[in-house]
């Protein structure tokens, strides 16, 4: 929750992966934070992310 208490939803659309080995992917994504602002108006961002995830041992 943000700081006026109002939920904000995240959503991944249109995700790509590309594996690199066997250890390792690169993650394309478009990411869309939906919320309401302070005059509670709803609002959405949309931003472009690209994410390299490697497994690690525990």
């Known amino acids: 929750l ?7 939803h995240t959503t991944i659309l ?3 992966v590309h ?3 066997e250890d390792a992917a690169c993650i ?6 939906q919320y ?3 005059q509670g108006r709803p ?7 690209t994410r390299v995830w490697h497994r690690r041992d525990a």
């Not at 943000?2 to 904000?8: C, L, Q, T, Y």
């Not at 394309?28 to 934070?33: E, M, N, P, V």
């Open 43 to 49: 609002r959405s961002c949309q931003s472009e992310e």
């Open 28 to 33: 394309a994504y478009i990411r869309l934070t």
């Open 2 to 8: 943000s700081k006026n208490n109002k939920p904000v």
């Open 19 to 21: 594996l690199i080995g």
């Open 36 to 38: 309401i602002d302070s």
């Open 14 to 16: 249109n995700p790509h």
